[in-house]
């Protein structure tokens, strides 16, 4: 008999209850409102964004948010940038809430549009962000590591908290943040987000498990991937629930 117990064994993407996650509860928890530490990741994520294509106007954007979840802030963060977004998700719960919200989204959701209109490129965004969303946004239920095999590719793309929220295991940890860069064209901008050291979390009542990676180990990974990467530590001191050290935002540029 090997040594060690079941409890020891990574819990595996595949194994958790995705169809079970209850958006309206994690909304409620996360963003009702935005909290400091979601404030200082649109900051570091618009500027980064509008930094790149304020020196690249015009080119055709095909932005993609991998994991989206119940967040539209990714998506409002490329919107000025995109004529077309992609919403990948697996849990059907949260497809059906992201496709609920194309028509005419939350109340909420107009405070983070705010934030990214303290930069005055979006700002000067001349388009009414309700009516582009829901004329430039597809919402795709699917499993990250399912898509490696096909030959779509985007010039724009945003993770967050997916990599080391998906399960418990550094292998999946590692292949999901592949799995990212493969979806997008050399060159192409990218912001990601992960939860450092976290232990899991609960949503609904139900346990979802984590992946404990530091900051070094991220952007160690990153690095296989990624030029022009900047990380930064935020929320260490504001934290939105326990269990975690800080908050760490990626961005950069996919290596050529």
Known sequence: MPSGSLEDLPRLNA????????????????????????AE??????????????RFPGRPVRG???????NLYPALAMLPWCEEITLLDRSSRNVDYLQGQLDFYDANWDAFWRHLCQNSDYAAYSRDPRERLKQIVRVEEGDLFHLVGQERRWTLGTMFFVAESISSSETEFEQAINCFFHYLEPGAPFAAAFMEESEGYEVGGLSFPACNVRRAQIRHTLRKYATGLRTT???????????????????????T
């Open 15 to 38: 194994d958790v209850p995705w169809d079970k996650f209850n958006p309206v509860d994690y909304i409620s928890h996360n963003y009702r409102s935005v909290l400091a530490a979601d």
């Open 41 to 54: 990741i649109i900051a570091i994520v618009r500027d980064h964004f509008s930094d790149h294509f304020r």
């Open 64 to 70: 993609i948010d991998v994991g989206a979840g119940a």
């Open 233 to 255: 530590s935020v929320g260490e001191l504001d934290k939105v629930r326990e269990g975690y050290k800080s908050m760490i935002v990626a961005c950069g540029y996919r290596r």
